[in-house]
DNA sequence: CCGGACCGAGAGCGCCGCTCTCGCCCAGGA
DNA sequence: TCCTGGGCGAGAGCGGCGCTCTCGGTCCGG
């Protein structure tokens, strides 16, 4: 059956609400977020807040999702399939990057420390894979295209990436060498290294021109897994 | 003029502030740390602790800097400059990585989200810089035995790192090749990237053997650095 | 020995997350 | 048509927070 009206009108609502807490992230961040202030925004009373959402950690998970949407977004837009695979790779990186820096305090609240005693819900994990879906799919046109260094045929005893993430990494590729699924994850790992070091301040005064300094690490990743 | 018996029962309650705080970051956190608990915890009214902390940031300040120089020294007890150049890298990621986990709350305090409003004081620059220190004289240590790839002597136009981090991420060695200074800027920023994203549970269900996927990914950035 | 610096305690302010209760309003069944 | 029940917003309130101010007490140096 339709929606009914009064769910129409509290699906506005609830979509109102995000949006002011979405406002409110980006100005104060996520540790200074306060129901009671989004509540005042809209110009209702803070008790009724809790019609929408249970509690401040549950909003809080609304926007860590939604922010692992728009990121993963922005990474799949930023990717051409037609171009060289290391181009490719280079913009997907450029565009994670591009889009933590606009949103700072969002980028914090998805890869900086976890807020207190909140575990993430399994719900964030398929938004969250998004960004890692993209890159594999870099990595594994690559493979198929033999542009990837030849597989050595040597498996190890035991694989350490898992058998899910090999095969998004993978990005449909049937068998990756362990050793770039290896140096992809490590990869992904460095981006989000690099960005988080340039974001919360760990590189001031250690690089001189950020964009510059970014393109050259993302191109020594690029060659490390073999683009 | 010696301490006076004032200045050292100050000195002293300071110290044990500063502990207590230090257990209440470890148990909940560092945005769950809250003063009003640590004077709970001394036995004295919360405003009391004013007198020592001017607010609760600079308690927060004391802190990282502690947890700055604590990773430091463990880095530094790692390093054996006797052993071979590559052994040294894997050796220091370890420790650091073994400190990380030991101490996550910390750890997290250091190189997670930057707290709200919270500005980094110029006060801790110098021990933030220690486990860099670390790697950077394995570093130069082994470009002086020739361990490192020899320099290719065309610098270009402009280098990417600043001068005072060149010259730590050099360790003391005189010129290290451009190349060299990147990658391992890159690698500090990967073993920083890993380490947190263990930590702050990213890679759950993509990594079968945390140890073992460490080893491997320390391994594969001290050959990016040329070790 | 005395004045002033230092100190701890208490009360209080304005926030916060969260709960409970109370009236209202509107939709759907009798 | 009326009535009733469920969703809803508002208000009051609880305990906790960071932080400030004021007030006595203590102790140290001149």
């Given amino acids: ?11 506005e ?3 109102e609400i995000t ?6 992230l980006a100005e104060v961040g996520a540790a200074a977020l306060s129901l009671r202030a989004v509540a005042r925004e809209l110009g209702m009373a803070s008790s009724a807040l809790y019609r929408y959402f249970p509690s401040r950690d549950d909003l809080l ?20 399939p037609t171009a060289a695979p290391r181009e490719r790779w280079v913009a997907v990186c450029r565009a994670v990057r591009g889009w933590a820096r606009a949103h700072p305090h969002e980028y914090a609240l998805l890869y900086g420390s976890p807020v207190p005693g909140y ?13 890692g879906v993209v890159l594999g799919r870099v990595l594994g046109d690559a ?5 990837l260094p030849a597989v050595t045929g040597v498996p190890r005893d035991r694989s350490l990436i898992s058998d899910e993430t090999a095969a998004v990494l993978g990005g449909g ?10 140096r992809a994850l490590l990869a992904w790992s460095s981006l989000y290294g690099t960005i988080s070091f340039e974001l919360f301040g760990h590189l001031v005064g250690s690089v001189e021109d950020a964009d510059r300094y970014f393109d050259a690490a993302m191109a ?5 897994v073999g683009l």
């Fill in 1 to 11: 059956m339709p929606p009914t009206a009064r769910e129409r009108v509290r699906a």
């Fill in 13 to 15: 609502l609830t979509a």
């Fill in 19 to 24: 949006a002011a807490a979405r406002r409110q």
């Fill in 61 to 80: 998970t609304r926007l860590i999702i939604d922010g692992y949407d728009a990121l993963g977004a922005a990474a799949e837009a930023a990717d051409d």
């Fill in 119 to 131: 575990a993430a819900p399994r719900d964030t994990v398929p938004a969250a894979a998004r960004v």
């Fill in 143 to 147: 493979a198929r295209s033999g542009a």
């Fill in 173 to 182: 590729h049937p068998a990756l060498d362990d050793a770039v699924r290896l």
């Fill in 220 to 224: 020594e990743l690029a060659g490390l």
